[in-house]
């Protein structure tokens, strides 16, 4: 009697303990590199409270409640398991710079084209956000440079308008002289200061 | 006279660059969707609607892709979200200021798939960023990766 009873309760323990482990498959933090290769690392606190650092690309920590367990992956791997999440990972954002001929709202011939694949990299980029920040070289008075560069940013936005880009996320700015691309005294002509920088989203 | 006119002048090209800049993020957006595949589902508040391209995604969203599918977000810091099929996450807390790029972001994997490139929060302060499921609380370094919380069954 107390035997049979012995099994039943060994029995029960084992089923919950079967129970308790199917529910329990852990977690899985992947790291991912960086795209220009710089290292990188993820903490993983368990809720029991233990650590584990993870700092090599395709590095796994497999977490329970009660555990860490770290493990090394690959690029195939975890490209296969998770390849609607590597699809669907939203473009990242880009910058652009486009130069201006001397105080006005004439882009340089270099950047007319540029502008051209701006628009083209566009469809990369649903529901688009598109930052416009102009700027001005050092020449003339600062009141007049932050004008011109905003002059600058709407002449761009309206480029764009007209090409039928979705433009209902546009922002545009004008930041006169303020931060220079090229760092020069007062009253110094450079190319380079004279710009509009697009950023998508 | 002339000082104080083009002190003005600038103070308004501030003013309004300021505005232009936050002008298209409403104060509660957090995050836009950039891409569905299947059917992605918003859950604000009491109501619940399909998510599509363009919609704003706010704090305290919980966004679910229901089957197979998946869905792309774009948050305002330039955090990159993706989220993979039967998965469901949820916006805790998401604050972000352009100006400063100060914020705060805490987002929880309660199931399924979702890849994670932090943005500009976590690069000014890698603390400031929280990645959590039932289990597990994930601080970053400046990164990108993957949670993924397998269905109790």
């Known amino acids: 009697m107390p035997n049979k009873f012995y099994v039943l309760v060994s029995l029960f323990i084992a089923m919950l303990h079967l129970v308790g482990c199917a529910t329990q498959s852990p977690d899985r933090v992947t790291l991912l590199p960086q795209p220009d290769g710089t290292p990188s690392a993820i903490a993983v606190t ?33 490209g296969q398991r998770y390849k609607e999440l590597m699809k669907a990972l ?38 688009p956000e598109i930052i416009i920040i102009g700027h001005t070289d050092t020449v003339g008075a600062d009141a007049l440079n932050d004008k011109l560069s905003l002059q600058r940013a709407i002449y761009i936005e309206k480029i764009l308008k007209t090409k039928g880009i979705d433009t209902s996320r546009i922002s545009t700015v004008g930041r006169g002289s303020r931060d220079l691309l090229v760092p020069t005294g007062k009253g110094v002509s450079e190319e380079k200061n004279r710009r509009v920088e697009i950023r998508l989203k | 006279m002339n000082i104080i006119n083009s002190n003005k002048i600038i103070f308004f090209i501030s003013c309004a660059a300021i505005l232009s800049f936050a002008g298209y993020a409403s104060a509660s957006e957090s995050g836009i969707i ?51 099929p039967n998965s469901s996450i949820v916006i805790n807390t998401y604050a972000y200021n352009s100006v400063t790029r100060e914020g705060q972001s805490a987002t929880s994997v309660l199931k399924g798939s979702c890849r ?31 949670v993924e919380v397998p269905d109790a069954e």
């Open chain 1, 90 to 127: 939203p473009a990242r954002p880009k910058s652009y710079q486009l130069y201006f001929e001397n105080s006005g709202t004439q882009l340089t011939s270099a950047s007319e084209k540029l502008l051209q694949v701006v628009q083209n990299t566009l469809k990369d980029y649903p529901a």
């Open chain 2, 34 to 84: 950039k891409n569905t595949y299947g059917h992605v589902m918003i859950e604000r508040g009491s109501s619940n609607f399909d998510a599509k391209v363009g919609d704003p995604v706010q704090e305290k969203d919980r966004i679910s892709v229901i089957g197979y599918g998946s869905a792309g977000i774009s948050m305002k810091d330039e955090t990159l979200l993706s989220i993979g």
């Open chain 2, 116 to 146: 994670f490139v932090t943005g500009l929060i976590g690069r000014i302060n890698p603390k400031a960023v929280k990645v959590t499921t039932q289990s597990t609380t994930i601080g970053i370094r400046g990164t990108e990766f993957i």
């Open chain 1, 46 to 78: 368990s809720k029991t409270g233990d650590v584990a650092v993870i700092d090599r690309p395709y590095q796994v920590a497999l977490v329970s409640d009660k555990k860490i367990v770290l493990e090394q992956s690959d690029e195939a791997a975890v």
